[in-house]
């Protein structure tokens, strides 16, 4: 596995960003292994998935972002479970968490997303976890796309757990109007469930046209990140990324 570009602004002031997707299962599992693994990858941004979104969750959000040494920007209950920590790197220009459409009978979905700066560079971000169900997930597919059109924003990252594998409808939808990181630029491990028997990729990082992709994948064997911890930490694998955001300027 080739390395993966640290996080830097360059002279030009573009920024090269460190994105990590991850469901994290309410932090039912090892939260301390789950903490290790994020702070392992040295994130600028975190789209996280299954953020607790019950009793105290703001609390716990909390403990895990203090944990990698993050913060939290966006969602987790009052977004229905995606949520967004970054880096003291990014300054926050807005945040915005979208409740979408209930289904009678299935679960709430929503959407975590902000406009941040990092170093000269504007970037659109949003975490999602599409449905079970393939119709209501497809329309949730379309929703991500107009959301991310409503943030005005040239450049933009939207990840997450999409529930369905890239031959799936919604997937090629998405990766019909934006980049799919993975496959523009494959570095480290390709499935993300589950942690014990990897066959399956139904979590996925997107850029928008003009970012670019410098390698995302499953971290396997990134300093730091540890198998005992991947298998400990969720019912999920990691998808990191490193992006290149051209300056807004």
């Given at each position: 596995m080739g390395t993966l570009p640290n996080s830097r602004t360059e002279p030009?002031?573009?920024?090269?960003?460190?994105?990590l997707s991850y469901n994290i299962r309410s932090m039912r599992d090892d939260t301390d292994a789950l903490a290790r693994v994020?702070?392992?990858?040295?994130?600028?941004?975190?789209?996280?998935?299954e953020a607790p979104?019950?009793?105290?969750?703001?609390?716990?959000l909390a403990r895990l972002a203090r944990a990698a040494d993050l913060v939290i920007l966006s969602g987790g209950g009052t977004a229905a479970g995606p949520a967004l920590l970054c880096s003291l790197r990014a300054t926050v220009e807005r945040t915005e968490d979208v409740l979408l459409p209930l289904t009678p009978g299935l679960h709430r979905r929503g959407f975590a997303s902000a406009v941040v700066r990092l170093g000269g560079a504007r970037l659109g971000v949003l975490s999602c976890h599409l449905s079970l169900q393939t119709d209501e997930r497809y329309a949730q597919g379309g929703m991500l796309l107009d959301r991310l059109a409503e943030l005005g924003v040239e450049h933009a990252v939207a990840g997450g757990d999409l529930n369905e594998r890239p031959q799936g409808r919604t997937f090629r939808r998405l990766?019909?109007?934006l980049r799919d990181c993975w496959t523009a630029e494959p570095w480290g491990g390709e499935y993300t469930s589950t942690p014990d028997d990897p066959h399956q990729r139904i979590d996925a990082l997107f850029v928008t046209p003009g970012v670019e992709v410098l390698g995302c994948g499953v971290p396997l064997g990134l300093p730091?990140?540890?198998?005992?911890d991947l298998r400990a930490a969720t019912d999920h694998l990691p998808v990191l990324a490193a992006l290149r955001v051209p300056s807004a300027r």
């Open positions: 030009d002031g573009s920024a090269v960003v460190r994105v994020i702070a392992a990858c040295t994130p600028d941004l975190v789209l996280i998935q979104r019950f009793f105290r969750w703001r609390k716990k990766a019909a109007e730091g990140v540890t198998e005992a």
